[in-house]
């Protein structure tokens, strides 16, 4: 009898530290995503994606070797440690407290970015007409100085100017826009202060771009990139169906989904840093990245700049309702010498992205 507990108790240590070593790798794997360019290996995204769910299975192992007092424990513990450096990527806790005044002659400067999802992704029983109603308002409430749009879309209005003009007053306006069967499709941004350039950054066989302006705040001239990168293009409902239908069918449809726009999406990254390297003022950087923070994208195009979540935000930072409170894929970069004092993702339902509203301090 105490020969067959010692054999069961080999076999159960075997399995505990195996089941550690895997969920290590996995967590291992994750923090390498951020430094591997998906357009090579498409696949290190996946482990990216997966950072969270892998972080919480070695923290509950790391509990579980603590409460058997297995020698073990050192697996999860050491697998976790860089862990404490990404999880201000998710998560963030500032004080509040009464905001002070910018001093001199800095100024604060509130940005809002938006996928407005073709005004098609609000709850269940909005139309797009409501969505677009609701939207407007919102922007209108938040005061804000400069606010960039993803994913604008009309149906039959031609003169996008006029229905810019009658609804948001005050504001110069800066958009490029694809003509598609269903409407116009593409990138906007009003902006307060006037335009001293602009432009934009088309991708090949893609309605995804960047669209940029060059205006003068408080004194300095900064660039605003609004940037869409290549989505997942994957269906939930689809995927919902698959699942419960053929699991390996779903399996399939992710994979092929993810093959085709991973690398895609790494390319766009590379032409928009290539971009902003050349540009000859500092630059801002908004948008929907379609990309959690543990990823090439973000890595790429958060280096040598500053995240208003990270600085100034509060909770978790996702911004993609269907996967609250874990996928944070909308984003406000900005220079070293800009300080962010202020950061919100509110929560409404008019699009399937929240709005991310930031103040910078310039």
Wanted: net charge positive; with cysteine; charged share 20%.
């Amino acid at each position: 009898m105490a020969r067959r507990r010692k054999k069961g108790g080999i076999l159960f240590g075997i399995t505990s530290r195996t089941l550690m070593l895997i969920a290590a790798a996995l967590l291992g794997l994750s923090y390498l995503s951020v430094i591997v360019n998906p357009a090579k290996v498409w696949w290190m995204t996946v482990f990216g994606l997966l950072f969270v769910p892998a972080a919480l299975l070695n923290l509950f192992l790391l509990v579980w070797a603590i409460y058997r007092k297995s020698r073990a424990v050192l697996i999860p513990a050491v697998a976790l440690l860089p862990a404490a450096l990404f999880a201000g990527l998710y998560f963030q806790y500032h004080p509040s407290g009464e905001r002070e005044e910018p001093a001199g002659d800095a100024t604060d400067v509130k940005i809002v970015s938006y996928n407005v999802g073709r005004f098609r992704c609000g709850a269940s029983d909005m139309t797009p007409q409501a969505s677009a109603d609701s939207i407007v308002d919102f922007l209108n409430s938040t005061d804000a100085d400069i606010i960039c749009l993803q994913e604008f879309h009309l149906d039959n209005v031609t003169d996008i100017k006029k229905w810019f003009a009658k609804r948001f007053k005050g504001y110069y306006l800066d958009y490029y826009v694809y003509t598609l069967r269903s409407g116009r499709v593409g990138n906007i941004i009003l902006s307060r202060f006037p335009f001293k350039g602009k432009g934009k950054i088309e991708f090949d066989n893609s309605t995804n771009l960047a669209l940029y302006g060059d205006c003068s705040i408080g004194g300095r001239n900064l660039r605003i990139y609004n940037c869409h990168f290549q989505s997942y293009s994957l269906s939930v409902p689809h995927l919902a169906k698959s699942i419960r239908e053929d699991y390996r069918e779903a399996v399939k449809y992710t994979e092929n989904k993810m093959k085709s726009s991973v690398p895609i999406r790494a390319g766009q990254v590379d032409i928009v840093m290539k971009h902003i390297e050349e540009c000859p003022t500092e630059a801002v950087v908004t948008g929907d990245f379609n990309d959690n923070p543990l990823s090439y994208t973000y890595y790429r195009l958060s280096r040598g700049r500053r995240d208003s979540f990270r600085e100034a935000g509060n909770g978790f930072g996702a911004t993609y309702y269907a996967f609250r409170p874990f996928l944070r894929i909308d984003y406000v970069l900005c220079p070293e010498s800009v300080q962010p004092v202020g950061h919100e993702v509110v929560h409404n339902r008019f699009s399937d992205h929240y709005p991310v509203v930031a103040t910078l301090r310039i």
